[in-house]
């Protein structure tokens, strides 16, 4: 294609051509930030999304400059509101307008760029709390498309910008097709733990249906939230809590036979033997090893009889 002057200067490694769309938002009931992108581009999430908990998210796209992600958390984190941060990156930008960037801030407030070079179809809208923006698009329907889904969309957070980045598909979505998506959520406050911090952060990097495919993953990320939670009870030996939360990722996403074997092993120990031989079946069944992980438990986390342990061992 023939570029502009401004645009073929800074179609380069640095400012990678990432013409995508997302969505930036502040969740007014908890507080927490996040961050969502589509984009026919490989890895799109590690250009376009960036965010700090306590501080704020930030989307840079088009011609991205990556260098929008930290220096407008930093300017953030100094005081500046989103629309006073956006101002300072645009000013020192040559590359402006071939830009396009967004930011929400700690309190709620949204400001986003989108330059006059950017390619068509290209655009915005600048919601409260939030900000969805796109460029070379099919259409000039997807940006306005994903406002209404997300003002639309109900759950937390999370699920209301995948409606947004669905409608944006939906609407035509990125004229070139798709290969890449991430999400990102931070927490409202810093807890000084990046692990706590980071609430959700999924990215498919390559991949023919990569919105369909980061869904999949946030039900998976869910249910290991509901694993890491039993392992803390099982550690605590609060058995009881541990069934629970298990049997709750067992129910979010079945397929996995390590969720069906915790959850076995705190049948077990809750004395529900009758009730674990057969999940402790079924997983043997897929794997082997599982046999041999239930003899190395003894004797500090499967707290059975020796008779219901040998019951365990002696499964076909």
């Known amino acids: 294609m023939i570029m502009h002057p401004i645009q073929a200067q800074h179609f380069n490694k640095t400012n990678p051509l990432v013409s995508t769309y997302s969505i930036v938002a502040y969740d007014k009931a ?82 986003v760029w989108t330059g006059k070079e950017c390619i068509d179809m290209a655009g915005h809208v600048l919601g409260d709390g939030y900000s969805v923006q796109a460029n070379m698009m099919l259409k000039n329907t997807v940006w306005t498309e994903m406002d209404k889904a997300y003002k639309n969309a109900n759950g937390p957070l999370e699920d209301r910008l995948l409606a947004a980045l669905e409608a944006a598909e939906g609407a035509g979505g990125d004229i070139r097709g798709k290969q890449s998506a991430a999400i990102l959520v931070v927490a409202a406050e810093s807890s000084g733990k990046s692990w706590v911090d980071r609430k959700i952060d999924l990215r498919i990097e390559d991949h023919p249906e990569p919105i369909k495919e980061l869904k999949r993953l946030l039900k998976v990320h869910r249910a290991y939230e509901f694993m890491n939670q039993g392992d803390v009870d099982l550690e605590k030996e609060d058995y009881q809590s541990a069934f629970e939360n298990y049997s709750r990722a067992a129910e979010t996403y079945n397929e996995n036979e390590e969720m069906l074997f915790w959850t076995a092993v705190t049948l077990a120990n809750n004395g529900y033997i009758d009730n674990a031989l057969p999940a402790f079946a079924k997983v043997f069944a897929i794997n082997k090893n599982w046999k041999t992980l239930v003899e190395r438990l003894r004797p500090h986390h499967l707290t059975v009889s020796d008779e219901d342990f040998e019951k365990i061992l002696n499964i076909k």
């Open 30 to 111: 908890t507080g927490d930030m996040g961050v969502a992108v589509q984009s026919h581009w490989f890895s799109t999430g590690t250009i376009v999304t960036w965010g700090e908990a306590g501080v704020g998210v930030v989307a840079t796209q088009s011609f991205a400059n990556p260098a929008f992600g930290p220096e407008g958390l930093a300017l953030l984190k100094k005081g500046l509101t989103a629309q006073q941060a956006l101002d300072q990156l645009i000013e020192g930008d040559d590359g402006r307008e071939v830009r396009q960037v967004a930011i929400v801030d700690a309190k709620g407030n949204a400001a």
